[in-house]
C-alpha cells in the first residue's frame, strides 16, 4: 500500500501564491507518476498537472498554464504544485495522485485552497 499526505493548502488573496506538496510512503514504485487534481464544490474532480517519474513529462492543464508549476523529489517520494497568481475559480480540494501513467492507483485525502477575490 502507498498513502499519500498532502500539505500546503489555506487561505489566499487572490493574485497570491501557494505550494502544496504531497509525500508518499509505504512501498512506492519507481516508475510511478505523480500528479493533482482539484474538485470545486458542486463540481466533478478534474486534472491539474502531472509529472512523470523522471520528470521529462509534464502535464497541465490549460487553465493553469504560465500559473502553475509542477516538479517532484524522487529522493523524498515528493510532488510540489506551485501555485502563482492565484484566481478565485482556482478554490477547491487538491488531491494527490499516484500511478503509473496509464492511470492512478493511489489518492490523498486532499487539502483545501481557497482564494478570496
Known amino acids: 500500500q502507498v498513502q499519500l499526505v498532502e500539505s500546503g493548502g489555506g487561505l489566499v488573496q487572490a493574485g497570491g501564491s501557494l505550494r502544496l506538496s504531497c509525500a508518499a510512503s509505504?512501498?512506492?514504485?519507481?516508475?510511478?507518476?505523480m500528479g493533482w487534481f482539484r474538485q470545486a464544490p458542486g463540481k466533478e474532480r478534474e486534472f491539474v498537472a502531472a509529472?512523470?517519474?523522471?520528470?521529462?513529462?509534464?502535464y497541465l492543464t490549460d487553465s493553469v498554464k504560465g500559473r502553475f508549476t509542477i516538479s517532484r523529489d524522487n529522493a523524498k517520494n515528493t510532488v510540489y504544485l506551485l501555485m502563482n497568481s492565484l484566481k478565485p475559480e482556482d478554490t477547491a480540494v487538491y488531491y494527490c495522485?499516484?500511478?503509473?501513467?496509464?492511470?492512478?492507483?493511489?489518492w490523498g485525502q486532499g487539502t483545501q485552497v481557497t482564494v478570496s477575490s
Open positions: 509505504g512501498r512506492t514504485f519507481s516508475n510511478y507518476a
Open positions: 495522485a499516484y500511478g503509473p501513467e496509464s492511470g492512478w492507483d493511489y
Open positions: 509529472i512523470s517519474w523522471s520528470g521529462i513529462k509534464i
